[in-house]
């Protein structure tokens, strides 16, 4: 059987890209044999696919670090074939083959059962991206955060991670305050949800160890200098849910924010999320957590699409999430 996919290559010392034909033989071993419907494209995505991060750890590789689709063969006892599924994060697109294919072969420990309530098309349009701005919602709420406690703010609000953690606390009734480099797309976020939206180019972010305290939560995949504003002026007791580095991966800080204001950061780490964890993220994101608003923020792409989504992404042009179609 030969299918499709995107591939990724290292020749001569450079990280390559581009559509071939394979077949079942050539992927990855794995107990469950998915037919690939729709996957999606994840800053990760971009770094590997584009060799601009050292993300791929084998080559060549499939890329894709998202898949949904239905069983085609398994022999794992949990599936069937036929059964509606979706997998994401692990070492998908990374050390074993990945989504961007009209077939995938995984173990079943990284196979959920799609969740009643979501589509193939609405798990991708969601994808790693939406699935990391949920598990920020439930750390948060684990440690405390409620929509009595005050305002909530998401930064980085038009990328992946931002617009799906917005949608998702506004579902939840929480007061959000979107933080965004791109002021011009104010109305699309106030659309989300957003109740408030923060230029970040001229946010005034002080230098004192303490500012004034605002938020009772943040959503924060950007990191470097909005993370270490955002330990200075959180509430007492307030959470920082901390998932990405595209503003830089080193944290200037002090203490103070704490010790003095028991401030909690925490860390998401969607890839190597636990298997119970996971399947309850993801049955709240097909109800209480499901963002309302996916057309909004979803446009959808074929494969041969992804090279130029990959520079979009990384250009710092995209609004939303990328949902790629497969053959």
Same mark, same amino acid.
């Given at each position: 059987?030969?299918?499709?996919?995107?591939?990724?290559?290292? /020749?001569?010392?450079?990280?390559?890209?581009?559509?071939?034909?394979?077949?079942?033989?050539?992927?990855?071993?794995? #107990?469950?044999?998915?037919?690939?419907?729709?996957?999606?494209?994840?800053?990760?995505?971009?770094?590997?696919?584009?060799?601009?991060? %050292?993300?791929?750890?084998?080559?060549?590789? $499939?890329?894709?670090?998202?898949?949904?689709?239905?069983?085609?063969?398994? /022999?794992? &006892?949990?599936?069937?074939?036929?059964? *509606?599924?979706?997998?994401?994060?692990?070492?998908?697109?990374? #050390?074993?083959?990945?989504?961007?294919?009209?077939?995938?072969? $995984?173990?079943?420990?990284?196979?959920?059962?799609?969740? !009643?309530?979501?589509?193939?098309?609405?798990?991708?349009?969601?994808?790693? @991206?939406?699935?990391?701005?949920?598990? *920020?919602?439930?750390?948060?709420?684990?440690?405390?955060?409620?929509?009595?406690?005050?305002?909530?703010?998401?930064?980085?609000?038009?990328?992946?991670?931002?617009?799906?953690?917005?949608?998702?606390?506004?579902?939840?009734?929480?007061?959000?305050?979107?933080?965004?480099?791109? !002021?011009?797309?104010?109305?699309?976020?106030?659309?989300?949800?957003?109740?408030?939206?923060?230029?970040?180019?001229?946010? /005034?972010?002080?230098?004192? !160890?303490?500012?004034? @305290? =605002?938020?009772?939560? @943040?959503?924060?995949?950007?990191?470097?200098?909005?993370?270490?504003?955002?330990?200075?002026?959180?509430?007492?007791?307030?959470?920082?849910?901390? #998932?990405? =580095?595209?503003?830089?991966?080193?944290?200037?800080?002090?203490?103070?924010?704490?010790?003095?204001?028991?401030?909690?950061?925490?860390?998401?780490?969607?890839?190597?999320?636990?298997?119970?964890?996971?399947?309850?993220?993801?049955?709240?994101? &097909? *109800?209480?957590? %499901?963002?309302?608003?996916?057309?909004?923020?979803?446009?959808?792409?074929?494969?041969?699409?992804?090279?130029?989504?990959?520079?979009?992404?990384?250009?710092?042009?995209?609004?939303?999430?990328?949902? $790629?179609?497969? !053959?």
């Amino acid at each position: 059987m030969s299918f499709r996919a995107f591939r990724i290559f290292n /020749e001569n010392d450079r990280t390559v890209g581009r559509l071939v034909q394979i077949d079942l033989e050539d992927l990855s071993p794995g #107990s469950v044999v998915i037919r690939c419907a729709y996957s999606s494209v994840n800053y990760k995505d971009a770094l590997a696919g584009t060799g601009s991060g %050292k993300v791929v750890r084998r080559f060549p590789i $499939v890329g894709g670090i998202d898949i949904a689709g239905t069983v085609e063969t398994s /022999e794992d &006892a949990r599936f069937k074939p036929g059964d *509606s599924v979706l997998a994401t994060g692990y070492e998908l697109g990374v #050390s074993s083959d990945g989504g961007y294919s009209g077939f995938a072969r $995984v173990s079943g420990d990284w196979v959920v059962p799609m969740p !009643p309530g979501l589509t193939a098309a609405e798990s991708m349009a969601i994808g790693t @991206a939406g699935f990391t701005a949920a598990m *920020s919602i439930v750390a948060m709420e684990r440690n405390g955060l409620t929509q009595a406690a005050g305002p909530v703010i998401v930064a980085g609000a038009t990328g992946g991670v931002g617009c799906m953690a917005v949608q998702s606390l506004a579902a939840r009734g929480y007061q959000v305050t979107a933080l965004t480099g791109k !002021p011009e797309q104010e109305e699309f976020l106030k659309a989300l949800g957003a109740a408030a939206v923060v230029d970040r180019r001229t946010l /005034e972010m002080g230098k004192r !160890p303490l500012e004034k @305290a =605002l938020w009772a939560g @943040a959503v924060d995949p950007v990191g470097g200098e909005t993370l270490a504003w955002l330990t200075r002026t959180m509430q007492h007791g307030g959470c920082i849910a901390s #998932s990405g =580095l595209t503003g830089g991966s080193e944290l200037h800080t002090t203490v103070m924010p704490f010790i003095l204001r028991g401030v909690n950061l925490l860390g998401i780490d969607s890839a190597m999320c636990p298997m119970p964890l996971r399947t309850e993220v993801w049955r709240r994101l &097909a *109800s209480d957590l %499901k963002p309302a608003r996916l057309s909004l923020t979803t446009t959808e792409i074929a494969l041969e699409d992804l090279s130029r989504a990959f520079e979009t992404l990384l250009g710092g042009g995209a609004r939303g999430r990328f949902l $790629v179609r497969l !053959p």
